[in-house]
């Protein structure tokens, strides 16, 4: 089967041989995508614990910008809401507020991977 023909056959959403499918992905350039810290998080722990998952995912590259949306926009509703808590509030004391805020993130980082990184 020649490239013209593999890729008319991709085009149509035919079935394809594991050979055409390897031959396909050599003839499309595949686009480099940027995704940020959780993106590529999440991208990693799929290939590494979730591969079905990951194959059934239809458009990687929305799903794992999603991820990082999500999780752009969970850190700022837990920082608004921990800031507020007796727990994390400043004291005046610069080595006090520096460990307060380090327990914050790291907090809130955990939220983040549990609930939106690390899930099956």
């Known amino acids: ?3 013209k023909e593999i ?3 991709a085009e149509a959403d035919e079935g394809m041989t594991i050979e055409e499918i390897k ?3 050599e003839l499309v350039n595949p686009q480099k995508h940027v995704y940020g810290k959780y993106g590529s998080l999440a991208k990693k722990y799929l290939e590494e614990h979730n591969t079905a998952k990951l194959w059934g995912i239809v458009n990687l590259p929305e799903y794992l910008h999603g991820i990082d949306r999500q999780a752009e926009d969970m ?3 837990l920082t608004a809401k921990f800031s507020k808590s007796e727990q994390y509030k400043r004291t005046g004391d610069f080595m006090e507020d520096y460990h ?3 327990a914050m993130n790291k907090a ?3 939220e983040i ?3 939106i990184v690390y899930v099956e």
């Open 100 to 102: 307060r805020l380090t």
């Open 1 to 3: 089967m020649n490239d």
């Open 108 to 110: 809130i980082e955990d």
């Open 113 to 115: 991977l549990s609930e």
């Open 23 to 25: 031959r396909y992905q």
């Open 7 to 9: 890729l008319l056959k």
């Open 75 to 77: 850190q700022e509703v």
